[in-house]
């Protein structure tokens, strides 16, 4: 019979993860007034991936169980990466090919009208 190896992880740590992503969550908070232009979502995944991470690390404990789930794990999250990041090339790039899909469909809808500082609403 196979003993079984049980870590227990100290309060501290759970801590200081619980301050780390409290920490990120205001920085995504912080981030998203700031305009970087296409960048925006990939500071915005960035972010939330490593919050994801620390997660999966320390709260389900990935970092201490058997080494096979957090390759299994991280080659999901690498494979969802590669995934959304050519989904980002593609949809950046539509214009160059065809002009037409690289402007709004439907030009007077609500969400592309500037709000009226006035009203509070859109013009």
Do not use: C
């Not at 409290?22 to 979502?41: H, K, W, Y």
């Not at 919050?51 to 969802?80: C, E, Q």
């Amino acid at each position: 019979m196979k003993k079984e190896h049980v870590h227990i992880t100290p309060v501290k740590t759970y801590l200081a993860v619980a301050a780390a992503l409290i920490t990120m969550t205001g920085l995504t908070v912080a981030i998203s007034f700031i305009d970087l232009g296409p960048f925006n979502i990939t500071v915005a995944l960035l972010i939330a991936s490593v919050k994801a991470l620390l997660v999966a690390f320390f709260f389900m404990h990935l970092f201490w169980d058997n080494k096979l789930y957090l390759i299994l794990f991280a080659s999901g999250l690498l494979f969802l990466t590669i995934f959304l990041t050519l989904t980002m090339f593609d949809t950046e790039t539509r214009g160059s090919v065809d002009r037409q899909t690289k402007e709004r469909i439907n030009k007077e809808s609500f969400i592309y009208q500037t709000p009226d500082p006035e009203v509070g609403g859109a013009k």
